[in-house]
């Protein structure tokens, strides 16, 4: 049986707080437990809202937290041209198509419905004839086709972590964006590339990312890429039910260090699904 390869992959928009930390030592532990590799990325792609401070806080915060990666770091932002690859690669089969959409454009197509993401596209851009002028001179990002996708691909699924199949459903995310206007490549591309280059055999993330895998999987497909099992674990929330976020409070990783928290003791209770005063997990 192959190793055990996981990652934890932020995105550098802040601090870490106790959601990354529940979230970093699922994947942290699968591996350690296993005798693999726990890898550290950042999802760094975003250039407006990324910040290099927040690149230096968050390794500060995993190593205070005792969860080391190997290895080097992957950052997101020196790997464009390879994500440019795999977009020429789609290109090429006619599966992506230039949008020149701005988010007003899709909002008052009204009969938009929604996806798990918000609205889904409605397709403004889809069969537009080739328009190289247009091209030069508007900026554009492109979407996958999804049905040609799907057809193309055929029925996929994805293992879980215990090994049960799931079928891909790709379709409730409409064509999603692969490459943006402002950023030469999405979240659903840039991962399912770097997934791969980056061996891993376990992708551990919560579950607010489940309706994601649909696209992922569907990408791995269309892209020759090997697909890893998914472990989606279970959100900490506010006994309120409120997921975490730094605008509800959710205590920082940085916080608990100044406040003299001891770090061995924190990551035993949240190992022991021990939380913090207020907090529990979502659904639980
Ligand atoms: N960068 C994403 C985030 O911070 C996580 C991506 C993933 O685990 O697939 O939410």
Request: proline share 6%; hydrophobic share 45%.
């Amino acid at each position: 049986m192959s190793e055990t390869v996981t990652r934890f992959a932020p995105s550098p928009t802040g601090r870490l707080h106790l959601g990354h930390a529940w979230s970093a030592l699922q994947a942290h532990d699968l591996a350690t437990a296993r005798g693999g590799h726990f890898l550290l990325r950042i999802e760094d792609i975003d250039v407006t809202r990324s910040r290099p401070a927040h690149v230096s806080g968050i390794i500060e915060d995993l190593l205070w937290l005792g969860l080391d990666w190997e290895g080097e770091i992957l950052f997101q932002s020196e790997r464009t041209a390879l994500y440019a690859m795999a977009l020429e690669d789609l290109k090429a089969r006619g599966l992506v198509y230039p949008c020149f959409c701005t988010r007003k454009d899709i909002a008052a197509s009204a009969s938009a419905p929604h996806g798990p993401d918000g609205l889904l596209y409605p397709g403004l851009c889809r069969d537009l004839p080739p328009d190289a002028a247009r091209m030069a001179g508007t900026p554009h990002g492109w979407r996958l086709d999804m049905a040609k996708a799907i057809a193309a691909a055929g029925p996929l699924a994805w293992i879980t972590g215990d090994g049960t199949a799931v079928r891909a459903t790709p379709e409730i995310h409409g064509d999603v964006v692969l490459a943006r206007k402002d950023a030469p490549v999405s979240y659903h591309l840039a991962v399912t590339v770097d997934d791969a280059d980056q061996g891993i055999t376990h992708v551990v993330r919560g579950a607010d990312l489940y309706a994601a895998t649909h696209v992922h999987r569907l990408l791995q497909h269309l892209l020759g890429l090997a697909s890893p099992a998914y472990i989606h674990h279970p959100l900490i929330a506010t006994v309120d039910g409120e997921r975490l976020a730094k605008r509800n409070g959710a205590p920082d990783i940085a916080g608990l260090r100044d406040r003299g928290v001891d770090p061995a003791r924190f990551m035993a209770d949240l190992r022991a699904g021990r939380f913090p005063d207020g907090y529990r997990l979502m659904g639980g």
